[in-house]
Nanobody, 119 residues
Framework: QVQLVESGGGLVQPGGSLRLSCAGS????????MGWYRQAPGKQRELVAT?????????NYASSVKGRFTISRDNTKKMVYLQMNSLKPEDTAVYFC???????????WGQGTQVTVSS
């Protein structure tokens, strides 16, 4: 069983930075896709960024965060990170860590961490 626990959310002013962390436990392979989604009030959950390890590491970003956010992972620690720079009020949302198993395609979610960008 896979468990994911996020941390690092909080309140930040526009233009500021935050780093989210997701600690994984259980059966996690380096080739599983891990990443972040977010959900703002009244909106659907949307993809923020994903990372997949393999012969090469592949990353994918939503157009709204490209150039501002950076996703990374440490497979030895089963961790995934999201460095968020130049934050905007529209980045305010609950951010969820997720994992998609490369073997079964099962999805796992963390409990979410709140990010609020406001002056």
């Amino acid at each position: 069983q896979v468990q994911l626990v996020e941390s690092g959310g909080g309140l930040v002013q526009p233009g500021g930075s935050l780093r989210l962390s997701c600690a994984g436990s259980g059966s996690i392979s380096s080739i599983d896709t891990m990443g972040w989604y977010r959900q703002a009030p009244g909106k659907q959950r949307e993809l923020v960024a994903t990372v997949t390890s393999g012969p090469t590491t592949t990353t994918n970003y939503a157009s709204s965060v490209k150039g501002r956010f950076t996703i990374s992972r440490d497979n030895t620690k089963k961790m995934v990170y999201l460095q968020m720079n130049s934050l905007k009020p529209e980045d305010t949302a609950v951010y969820f860590c997720y994992l998609r198993s490369a073997w079964s395609s099962d999805l796992y979610w963390g409990q979410g961490t709140q990010v609020t960008v406001s002056s």
